[in-house]
């Protein structure tokens, strides 16, 4: 299978984004800071990212049109109306219900490790899910931004944990007005 890659140059205070796609949908999204940890990434280890043919080629992917349009309209601070096709491998039935509870947050608004937590539990019968257990989840997320986990934050409103660096979910909340701490 083929995998392609892009490139986007964020704004000032954020890391630039790679781009991933099996040619069809996106597969990754994430911050270049990150492009050597081939684990969160999910990458075989001698994957290199080569932007040669996206310099060569005469016009890019459409689903990397599609996410360059979302990423331009959320970065000028517009909550996009229209979602690029993604998938999400490896996607345990955990991992699932904690996405889809990210997927449910609001532009502007935050969930807890703990929130996410104690819905699951009600959810599935249970009187408790582990906080950290949600938290490794959350981490795991292949597709940034347009998966909000960055909106996804401590019970005290704290700044924590982000795969994408603290940096760059301090901007991320900051771009949606999010109110936060930090440790």
């Not at 949908?25 to 280890?45: Q, R």
């Not at 009600?122 to 408790?128: Q, Y």
């Not at 906080?131 to 597709?143: K, L, R, Y």
Request: contains cysteine; proline residues 4%; charged residues 20%.
């Amino acid at each position: 299978m083929m995998i392609f890659y892009y490139k986007y140059i964020t704004p000032e205070n954020f890391d630039n984004l790679i781009l991933v796609s099996d040619g069809q949908v996106l597969t990754n999204l994430f911050f270049e800071s990150l492009s050597n940890d081939i684990k969160i990434n999910n990458f075989a280890e001698n994957n290199k990212f080569d932007f040669s043919t996206q310099k060569k080629s005469k016009g890019i992917l459409p689903i990397f049109v599609q996410t360059i349009c979302w990423l331009n309209l959320y970065f000028y601070g517009k909550q996009p109306d229209f979602t690029p096709a993604y998938r999400t491998d490896n996607l345990t039935p955990f991992r699932e219900k904690v996405q889809n509870h990210i997927l449910g947050i609001s532009w502007g608004k935050t969930l807890s490790y703990n929130d996410i937590a104690k819905q699951i539990a009600a959810e599935s019968g249970i009187a408790k899910m582990s906080a950290q257990a949600v938290g490794n989840a959350v981490g795991w997320n292949p597709i940034c931004i347009i998966i909000p986990c960055h909106r996804v934050i401590s019970v005290d409103r704290k700044v924590t944990g982000y795969s994408g660096g603290i940096k760059n979910k301090i901007e991320l909340l900051k771009l949606e007005k999010i109110k936060y701490k930090t440790i």
